[in-house]
């Protein structure tokens, strides 16, 4: 019973998180944060975060209805449910016990690298019903996005209490 009442705890903690996220990046992050056309994207620094501690099924579904609530905001749906639902279940290959001290460094640099690999998959697609070339997406969108969205990690992970990071990740 102690099993179910933790992962009915956990389930109301993603969807907190991702209501809270959802609300965060667009009544706070893009009318204040935003340089330009350059955002850090709180869904993916969630979902990054989520599939890093808690493991790749987890990273994955928060990812995929992180994704599809960003869907409904565009005419192109299920391009993000996929590419978050993606970057949700490889952030949990990222998680390690031996980056632990470290953590507040590395977990940054996962955040970009894979908001580059979220940027991929998206331009990917989106860019075969538009006149630009992937390239030009990468370096003009994604590359400033990711770089923000780590830099954004990295200051959310120094204003949290050392013993609230002072955890293992979910998967080993």
Same mark, same amino acid.
């Given at each position: 019973?102690? %099993? ?6 956990? $389930?109301?903690? *993603?969807? =907190? ?14 009318? *204040?944060?935003?340089? =330009?056309?350059? $955002?850090?994207?709180c869904q993916l620094i969630l979902t990054v975060y989520i599939g890093y501690r808690y493991g790749a099924v987890a990273g994955s579904f928060f990812g995929f209805f992180s994704g599809l609530m960003q869907d409904v905001i565009i005419d192109f749906y299920g391009l993000y ?17 031996? /980056?632990?001290? %470290?953590?507040?460094?590395? $977990?940054? /640099? ?6 580059? *690999?979220?940027? =991929? ?5 989106? /860019? ?25 990690? *990295?200051?959310?992970?120094?204003? %949290? ?12």
């Amino acid at each position: 019973m102690g %099993i179910v009442i933790r992962k009915r705890w956990k $389930l109301l903690w *993603f969807a =907190g998180a991702l209501g809270a996220g959802y609300f965060i990046q667009y009544n706070f992050v893009l009318p *204040f944060l935003s340089i =330009g056309h350059w $955002l850090p994207d709180c869904q993916l620094i969630l979902t990054v975060y989520i599939g890093y501690r808690y493991g790749a099924v987890a990273g994955s579904f928060f990812g995929f209805f992180s994704g599809l609530m960003q869907d409904v905001i565009i005419d192109f749906y299920g391009l993000y449910a996929l590419s978050k639902t993606l970057a949700g279940y490889t952030a949990s290959y990222t998680a390690s016990r031996h /980056v632990l001290l %470290i953590e507040r460094i590395y $977990l940054p /640099v996962v955040v970009a690298a894979l908001a580059m *690999f979220h940027d =991929g998959i998206y331009y990917g697609i989106y /860019v075969l019903g538009v006149p630009m070339s992937w390239r030009t997406m990468m370096v003009t969108y994604a590359l400033p996005n990711a770089i923000y969205s780590g830099i954004i990690m *990295f200051l959310l992970l120094m204003l %949290i209490p050392k013993r609230l990071l002072a955890h293992m990740p979910a998967s080993e």
